[in-house]
């Protein structure tokens, strides 16, 4: 078998363990005779897997009673609508912290749906810090605040929980969700895409307050609407079964691996080893201010951009995968989530030390 270090943003790495279980079960589920594929999403079999994903994610998270988690479709783009369509009339007004390019997509389709404010923009720092909170206006009478905790593509993460002053709090965790405890407490609604930290693509994970359940907007599609999803166990229609199960076994193995502070030791440690090979040499760069580094997602440039295309390959040939830039931004991008193995950082910090020695 041969694997590579895949640093890819999103579909990204799983932990091979969860591969492997998927790989024993694939033809025959616990004696069913079916693959989870097969089954019906309304049998017993599928039944217990939904049930006890559901189970370990509030586990591994805590989650409090008065909140209901949702697996469904659409991704968290299909968020950026929901979200206005269940917590805001046509004429409310909702804040928005753009701190880079997906709170920017976020503000940009909920203004499609209501009156969608920019409370803050690290525009003028070309988004790499978050302003501090003194500096944003925020709308007392605001239906909800909307941010980014991790933008995926500028590498920009929030240490801290913004404080709504009394808004619900809504969070889009697409790439950081899991990476660290959380108090769900502090939130009206998180959302994620799956294909980062939790499973494959085609599942959609939220964790709504319950007190927010019933307030969408006359003509919000079913589909759409927390509050029958939610009675439906997020099965109005048929849900992404395979994604929600494997979901469930990267629950089951974040659990055997000690959690989700084990989780943050971890990412903090990978984190500093690669940032502090960045900010040691003179050949790579990261510009985004220490105190608002993503753990998760890790943009660099080389001293000379001609030299990408060769420190591609040769990282490519190393079996260092996935390391260009999001196509908005060039340079590079080192994603390295949970499922992201120590080793395969320290690889990729001997290849640019490495590199640096024949080119810088
Ligand atoms: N928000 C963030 C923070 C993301 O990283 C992404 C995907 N890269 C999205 C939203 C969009 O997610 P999806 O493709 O699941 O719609």
Redesign the pocket.
């Known amino acids: 078998m041969s694997r590579i270090y895949n640093f890819s943003?999103?579909p990204a790495v799983l932990p091979l363990e969860v591969l492997e279980q998927a790989r024993e079960e694939i033809t025959d589920w616990h004696g069913s005779g079916m693959s989870v594929m097969e089954m019906s999403h309304r049998g017993p079999e599928f039944t217990a897997i939904a049930r006890q994903a559901e189970s370990d994610l509030r586990e591994l998270l805590a989650v409090p009673d008065d909140y209901k988690v949702l697996f469904l479709q659409?991704?968290?783009?299909?968020?950026?609508a929901c979200v206005p369509f269940n917590l805001a009339q046509a004429d409310s007004v909702a804040d928005y912290l753009v701190t880079g390019s997906?709170s920017k997509?976020?503000v940009t389709e909920a203004g499609r749906f209501c009156r969608a404010r920019i409370a803050a923009d690290s525009a003028t720092t070309a988004y790499v810090e978050i302003l501090p909170p003194d500096e944003w206006s925020l709308d007392p009478d605001a239906a909800y605040l909307h941010y980014?905790p991790?933008?995926?593509?500028g590498g920009v993460e929030f240490h801290f929980v913004p404080d709504s002053r009394g808004v619900p709090l809504v969070a889009?965790?697409?790439?950081n969700i899991l990476s660290r405890p959380i108090d769900i407490g502090k939130f009206g609604v998180i959302y994620a895409?799956?294909?980062?930290n939790m499973g494959p693509?085609g599942l959609?994970l939220v964790i709504v307050r319950k007190n927010l359940l019933g307030l969408a907007r006359e003509g919000t599609p079913r589909m759409m609407d927390y509050a029958p999803m939610a009675a439906a166990g997020s099965m109005l229609n048929t849900p992404s079964t395979y994604s929600w199960y494997i979901a469930g076994l990267v629950f089951g193995w974040l659990l055997d691996n000690g959690g989700l502070e084990q989780m943050e030791q971890q990412n903090r440690g990978k984190a500093k080893l690669l940032y502090s090979a960045i900010d040691q040499s003179g050949f790579y760069s990261n510009p985004v201010r220490e105190d608002c580094r993503s753990l998760m997602n890790v943009p660099f440039t080389l001293a000379d951009a001609e030299l990408d295309a060769s420190f591609l390959s040769q990282a490519a040939e190393a079996d260092l995968r996935n390391l260009k830039g999001h196509r908005s931004v060039g340079g590079m991008r080192a994603s390295i989530y949970n499922a992201m193995p120590a080793e395969g950082v320290q690889a990729r910090v001997d290849f640019m030390g490495d590199c640096e020695q024949r080119y810088g």
Do not use: H
Request: glycine share 14%; proline share 0%.
């Open positions: 943003a999103g659409g991704g968290a783009t299909t968020q950026f997906w997509k976020a980014t991790n933008e995926t593509i889009d965790m697409s790439s895409g799956a294909q980062k693509a959609t």
